[in-house]
């Protein structure tokens, strides 16, 4: 069965389950896997730290059978007013097309909704990123609006950014 789990320190064993094919969902930047075993500790111990204070809720994926990580995600930026999350996700290139990233995104932003109370959770992402955008339609997110020439690429070009949501 899939699951969610926050960051945690060896002391700190927690598990929320939310689907069948993750193992369960912690952090981890892109480049996690590759770098200094002390950068990546001490990368988790800020997730959790963050975790902990209600400042960040970073997830790691991680594949029940194979035990490999294959992606990442979270819910970034709460405002607690409301409250409101930006549901966030990256996934392996090699494993994207067997519905694991949707499943955990779905997990998330129902952990939001659960969890946390969230009336609302938004995924933003590029105009040009049509495999983040057919995610947020599958999990039954909403387009709400395109943000023309919002922001500049790293090879100095304009982007649109799409803004999705989903509420409770």
Request: net charge positive.
């Amino acid at each position: 069965m899939r699951g969610l789990s926050t960051i945690r320190t060896r002391s700190e064993p927690r598990s929320v389950r939310v689907s069948t094919r993750v193992a369960r969902i912690d952090l981890f930047p892109h480049d996690f896997l590759n770098g200094p075993r002390g950068a990546r500790d001490l990368f988790c111990l800020a997730g959790s730290a963050n975790f902990q204070a209600r400042k960040d809720f970073p997830f790691l994926f991680i594949d029940k059978t194979s035990r490999i990580v294959v992606g990442c995600g979270g819910l970034h930026r709460p405002r607690w007013a409301v409250p409101v999350f930006e549901l966030g996700f990256w996934g392996r290139s090699s494993l994207v097309g067997r519905g694991l990233f949707s499943e955990a995104a779905h997990g998330l932003a129902n952990y939001a909704f659960s969890r946390f109370g969230a009336k609302r959770v938004e995924a933003i992402c590029d105009d040009l990123n049509a495999r983040s955008i057919r995610l947020c339609e599958r999990i039954g997110m909403q387009l709400e609006g395109v943000l023309r020439q919002e922001r500049r690429a790293p090879d100095g070009s304009l982007r649109n950014t799409r803004v999705y949501s989903k509420l409770a």
